[in-house]
């Protein structure tokens, strides 16, 4: 496609759900893209797999190309867009680009949290650049903010809700007192939840994107694999129920913060207070706090997914290297090639709810009591409700050392008069 000087030809490496909102929002908010941008956009050519498949916009069929050297190797392109997902073939096609010294923008997660160092450093050797604002968050302005608004402070933790999926099952949960598996089924149903929700209930999705916040956050390189994580198929309604009732809500938290001379990076169901901002962020939004020395509370909320919230992000990012092309040479991230230290799981300090299912007869509670002194592990609230023959203790700690709090519930399952411990939830409460 022949390029004049007033327009920027863009190369768009797969056209599903994000691609083709990408492509309706070029056509439908041209002028004011061209505003922001200063050029024209033009989506010049379009490299994807099938090319008839449901997708929710429609494309222009002449621009889409299945051969990927017609969009790869054209000269008249100034910037690429990559939404494959995955690793295989993204990852070749990303280096293949930047090492031509052409911008990238990407909303592939895993990507940048396997290959962020990578990545980074082809950018450098190319004199280019890779954004990445739809990774996290969808829609959300996160990443550039906290690159470039809180440049002048240090992050000291992020919490948030980063998983759309999740919250949406927790909230179900929570409104209808419903199991998980009914919540997900029905999240599936509507389309909120993939047929193969693995990677977002185990918390693996989420685990990708707070290893890219950590990196952005805490000035290193950080992995996926070195997030702690935990999914949310063990919160049962029970759980959520006396969650209310201790005055907490049940959410699936990225935690990450300066921890002495590391960074502590987990995912994990996790109890707030009702009165925390993150307690009332419902159904599939996103929501994440960040803490800044100096600024103080941030929050930034909205939609985490979707095509349009997340073709906006990229089109942002689009904006950004367009208006900005200095400032792409000067942003590269060299952090990135130094590895992030994460404190083990082990060593991190939180409170923890548990719950004891016991023989009740006198004298149990000492047994229980003492199990958890002997381990440094301090109570915080005891609840016992009779059920029958037996008890249901439920507990709130402390902040704990997890490895203590784990050497305490070894000890508890070796008493005779406990019978099952079908909960451990951590607790949070902000800043702390
Ligand atoms: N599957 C993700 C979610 C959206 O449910 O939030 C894409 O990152």
């Not at 009914?182 to 909120?192: C, M, N, P, R, V």
């Not at 950004?320 to 942003?331: C, E, F, H, L, Y």
């Not at 709810?353 to 009740?360: A, K, S």
Request: with cysteine; net charge negative.
């Amino acid at each position: 496609m022949a390029h004049s000087a007033g327009q920027l030809h863009i190369g768009l490496l797969g056209c599903g759900t994000i691609g083709s909102g990408v492509f309706h929002l070029i056509r439908k908010n041209a002028a004011g893209l061209a505003d922001a941008a200063g050029r024209e956009m033009v989506l010049a050519r379009i490299l994807v797999k099938e090319l008839e498949e449901p997708r929710p916009f429609p494309v222009d069929r002449t621009r889409m190309t299945t051969d990927q050297s017609e969009v790869l190797d054209d000269e008249e392109i100034d910037i690429y867009i990559e939404l494959m997902g995955g690793i295989d073939p993204a990852l070749s096609y990303a280096l293949k680009v930047l090492g031509r010294g052409k911008p990238l923008v990407t909303a592939n997660k895993e990507l940048i949290a396997r290959h962020g160092r990578e990545l980074m450093e082809a950018a450098a050797a190319g004199g280019t650049v890779i954004r990445f604002e739809a990774a996290v968050g969808g829609g959300i302005p996160l990443i550039r903010p906290m690159e470039e608004s809180l440049g002048g402070d240090n992050v000291e933790k992020i919490m948030g809700i980063v998983n759309g999926t999740t919250n949406y099952v927790l909230t179900r949960m929570s409104a209808e007192g419903i199991t998980y598996e009914k919540a997900l089924s029905e999240a599936q149903k509507l389309g909120y939840a993939e047929a193969d929700p693995t990677a977002d209930v185990s918390a693996g999705d989420a685990a990708s994107k707070m290893a890219i916040l950590c990196s952005i956050a805490f000035k290193a390189g950080f992995t996926a694999d070195q997030v702690y994580r935990e999914g949310i198929q063990k919160v049962s309604p029970d759980d959520i129920e006396n969650a209310r009732e201790l005055g907490y809500a049940v959410k699936l938290l990225a935690i990450a913060e300066r921890d002495g001379g590391g960074v502590s990076a987990r995912v994990h169901p996790t109890m707030v207070p009702l009165d925390h901002p993150l307690a009332s962020i419902t159904g599939n939004f996103n929501a994440i706090f960040v803490m800044g020395e100096s600024v103080g509370d941030l929050m930034f909320y909205g939609q985490g997914a979707g095509s349009l919230p997340t073709a906006t992000a990229i089109l942002g990012d689009v904006v950004d290297i367009s208006r900005n092309p200095g400032k792409q040479a000067a942003a590269r991230r060299s952090y990135w090639s130094k590895p992030g230290e994460v404190k083990p799981i082990e060593d991190v300090e939180t409170r923890f709810y548990t719950v004891l299912r016991v023989v009740d007869r006198p004298g149990v509670l000492a047994k229980i009591a003492g199990v958890f002194g002997d381990n440094s592990v301090s109570l915080e609230s005891v609840v016992q409700k009779g059920i029958g023959d037996s008890a249901q203790i439920v507990l709130i700690t402390h902040k704990v050392v997890e490895r203590n709090f784990q050497s305490a519930l070894k000890g508890l399952k070796e008493l005779e008069v406990v019978l099952e411990i079908p909960s451990v939830i951590r607790v949070e409460s902000g800043r702390e």
